[in-house]
């Protein structure tokens, strides 16, 4: 049945192009006849099935969170969705109490994080790089909470927080009425104490994206800096650091959708009450669960997507145009 | 067909074949909301003789004592009940694709405008010939909790418990207190509680629904039944004086709950009144599941929130009470107003409660004889109640008592001060949520 095909694009092969001219539509006949209808039928289903996945859950989806954003619906049959145009974004800025303190905190969650756990991390893994003993042990130690789940994590740091049995508050005495500090409910208090543990989490990552950074860096350029007798620390400042751009880049886009998608830590520490309120947690609170404001809560999410694409469409310029250069 | 050697009139998946295909399965994602549903029921068949139920009592205790209702059901009926159990939560929060997707033939749920709303949406089949056999067994109180707004019954109570103010007998025998009947009694018992050591009110409202139990009980002893009942339905503004007198109240009562509440679980708070630290807790009679030692148990009494209007007094019980409702298409309709039936008798309502004490019967006829002295005090104070409620988020749109009322309440909690900005936002996110539909 599909006999001669293989032995066409075979001599197709062998044959030496004779002529330049001839050459491109030659080029194109053989490629055609390179695919069998099975091949075919392969790179269709290879390349179907993901584009049929990737269209129906990210795009149908996406565009239809869109569109809800712009409806109110209670999630009950599909003839209740009614068309309110900017309605929900008009309440979303006005009236609601908890939009504008998420919004905040999801940015003081991304300058937490890119001002504390990162250069920590940074700083372990210089420290490692250097070979000393139980290097590896140090490692697994820092590297452990980013296995974790975020879940756990949440609940574990709430054991620790709790105000009358926790960790902090038995050993500091202030779990006598009168004295107490309420780790997890006070609204001055209860984002540190998150970041806290979301800090010593993303530590962990850092240090191990570092890590592969630094030991991607030339040993030449170290030996050449110390040739030249710099110290330790302009080694580091003016040739490792600069060599590490593109590990940078990377912490940075990370750090950033770790911020937008705080989620798990904060539900599991206290669901969002008033001081920990975040975009992703308005959200779930309004179209997951009984409440079902579902266009309320797409505009909600229509926010967030907005937000990750003020922070993702430059990166992505800059990274095309870099490659256009390259 | 023959592959043509030149291979250009191949009938292989094309690009315009493969975004049809996109196309029809975006189709598929639009169709999902069902088709997920689908997956959470047992594949129930229209066998004349089993009755698919989805319940929502999850935990060990409950679990168990619902399975010996049905097994007493099957033994008097011949009929199987194919029980499907889902995480209580999970339940609850999937309750609305559940509904609509193929529930099982019976499923448990809630009394009271939770149960209303899924009766207009058409999700819920009326059992008015049920209740022409079962009626009798059930106060009129019941009766009310049971009809949709058309009505008509939809739903058939099992068991119910009160929220009242839980307290310590030994220790208000050591100090010499009394049961305060009165708003001023209650105060003064609180400043006396305090400067005896003791925290006077224990509180933790870390899950955000403990606070609007402290609401309800304040607004319809001040208030009445009738505006409670209207305010929860969204007829009421939350910026009327009357409102805000509740808070006035409730800010006068502040400085005597336990400290720190914003963190603590209800299950952390009873601790304390179990340790005796705390004087008193305005919680649900399930308060008594904390207490695990028996002779504590029985040292756990309780008395009605004080009176604050006399045009009121104590008529209102905070009573939420379980049960349940049949779904919109039922399989196997005789067999499910046989069990519909059976669930509505003493018979049924007694077997439950041997596993669970801290839970009274719905029903006016159920054997009262094993009691214990709580349960007897609770079911005395339910039927003699003029009136009864559920509890806010039972009685009001969830969407609304979800995102408006728990961080609303836990505002006021954290700053009384702020509290007209408060209500003046909580009524225009009100407008809006009760205007959507």
Redesign the interface.
């Known amino acids: 049945?599909?006999t001669?095909?293989p032995t066409?694009s075979q001599e197709a092969a062998a044959v030496p192009p004779p002529g330049r001219a001839s050459e491109k539509k030659r080029i194109q006949?053989g490629h055609?006849?390179l695919?069998?209808?099975r091949d075919?039928?392969t790179l269709?289903f290879m390349?179907?099935v993901p584009?049929?996945l990737h269209?129906?859950l990210v795009w149908?989806?996406a565009l239809?969170s869109i569109l809800l954003a712009f409806t109110?619906w209670?999630?009950?049959?599909f003839d209740s969705i009614?068309w309110v145009g900017f309605?929900n974004f008009h309440?979303l800025f006005t009236?609601?109490?908890?939009f504008w303190p998420a919004v905040q905190h999801n940015v003081i969650w991304f300058v937490v994080l890119i001002l504390i756990p990162t250069p920590f991390g940074l700083f372990l893994a210089v420290q490692l790089d250097k070979k000393i003993r139980f290097s590896r042990v140090y490692q697994t130690a820092f590297f452990l909470p980013v296995v974790i789940s975020l879940a756990c994590i949440g609940f574990v740091w709430q054991l620790i927080?709790?105000?009358?049995?926790g960790l902090i508050n038995s050993i500091i005495g202030a779990n006598k009425?009168?004295h107490?500090?309420?780790?997890?409910?006070?609204?001055k208090l209860?984002l540190w104490a998150v970041l806290i543990a979301a800090s010593w989490r993303h530590t962990g990552y850092m240090m191990i994206l570092y890590l592969a950074g630094l030991k991607s860096v030339d040993p030449s350029l170290r030996e050449a800096s110390a040739l030249d007798g710099a110290n330790e620390w302009q080694t580091f400042k003016s040739v490792i650091f600069p060599t590490l751009r593109p590990t940078n880049t990377v912490v940075l886009v990370v750090t950033i959708i770790e911020a937008l998608r705080a989620f798990d830590l904060v539900f599991v520490f206290?669901?969002g009450?008033?001081g920990t309120?975040l975009l992703s947690i308005l959200v779930t609170?309004?179209i997951?669960?009984?409440?079902?404001?579902i266009g309320y809560g797409s505009a909600i999410a229509v926010v967030l997507l907005f937000i990750s694409l003020i922070v993702i469409i430059p990166y992505l310029i800059a990274t095309f145009r870099k490659e256009r250069r390259a | 067909m023959?592959?043509s050697?030149?291979?250009?009139h191949?009938p292989?998946?094309s690009r315009r074949?493969?975004l049809r295909?996109?196309g029809s399965?975006?189709l598929?994602?639009?169709a999902g909301?069902p088709l997920l549903s689908a997956c959470g029921s047992s594949g129930s068949s229209s066998d004349p003789k089993t009755v698919s139920l989805g319940s929502n009592s999850s935990d060990a205790v409950p679990k168990k004592a619902f399975a010996e209702i049905y097994a007493a059901f099957t033994k008097q009926s011949g009929i199987k009940v194919d029980v499907n159990t889902k995480d209580h939560n999970t339940f609850?929060?999937q309750?609305?694709?559940y509904l609509?997707g193929t529930p099982d033939d019976v499923f448990t749920w809630f009394a009271g405008y939770?149960m209303q709303f899924f009766a207009a949406?058409n999700?819920a089949s009326p059992i008015d010939d049920v209740w022409a056999k079962i009626g009798d067994n059930f106060p009129d109180a019941m009766k009310q909790l049971s009809k949709g707004e058309d009505g008509k019954y939809y739903f058939v109570p099992l068991y119910t418990y009160p929220w009242a103010i839980f307290y310590r007998k030994s220790v208000f025998q050591a100090k010499g207190y009394e049961v305060p009947t009165t708003w001023d009694a209650f105060v003064t018992l609180c400043k006396k509680m305090k400067s005896d050591g003791l925290?006077p009110i224990a509180f933790g409202?870390?899950?955000?629904w403990p606070a609007m139990g402290t609401f309800d009980q304040i607004n319809f002893r001040l208030n009445g039944y009738d505006f409670h009942k209207s305010l929860m339905a969204g007829k009421e503004a939350w910026t009327d004086p009357k409102v805000k007198a509740v808070f006035d109240h409730w800010a006068e009562i502040l400085p005597y709950h336990?400290?720190?509440?914003?963190?603590?679980t209800w299950q952390?708070a009873a601790?304390?009144l179990v340790s005796k630290k705390a004087g008193m807790y305005v919680l649900g009679s399930f308060v008594a599941q904390q207490f695990t030692n028996k002779a504590d148990l029985d040292d756990l009494d309780f008395f009605a929130f004080p009176e604050i209007n006399s045009a009121f007094g104590q008529d209102t019980v905070e009573a939420p009470t379980d049960g349940f409702m049949v779904s919109k298409s039922p399989k196997n309709h005789d067999g499910v107003l046989k069990l519909m039936e059976y669930l509505g008798t003493p018979e049924a309502e007694s077997i439950y409660l041997k596993a669970d004490s801290s839970v009274v019967a719905a029903s006016s006829k159920a054997d009262t004889s094993s009691y214990t002295a709580l349960q007897k005090k609770a079911y005395t104070m339910i039927s003699g109640a003029k009136n009864l409620t559920q509890f806010m988020d039972r009685d009001s749109r969830?969407?609304f008592t979800?995102?408006v009322m728990q961080?609303?309440l836990?505002?006021f909690l954290?700053d009384p001060k702020g509290i007209d900005n408060?209500l003046s936002?909580i009524e225009?996110?009100k407008k809006?949520?009760f205007a959507?539909?």
């Open positions: 049945m599909t001669d095909t066409k006949q055609k006849r695919l069998t209808r075919r039928i269709a390349a179907g584009t049929i269209v129906v149908v989806t239809a109110s209670d999630g009950i049959g009614k309605d309440q009236d609601n109490p908890q927080y709790n105000p009358d049995t009425p009168g107490y500090i309420d780790w997890i409910g006070d609204p209860n206290n669901k009450a008033q309120e609170n309004n997951i669960g009984e409440s079902s404001r | 023959r592959i050697p030149s291979g250009l191949l292989g998946p074949n493969v295909g996109a399965a975006a598929l994602a639009g909301i609850q929060e309750i609305n694709s609509q939770r949406k999700l925290v409202d870390k899950d955000a336990q400290d720190g509440f914003m963190g603590r952390d601790q304390t969830p969407d979800s995102t961080p609303g836990q505002k954290q408060l936002s225009r996110q809006t949520i959507s539909q």
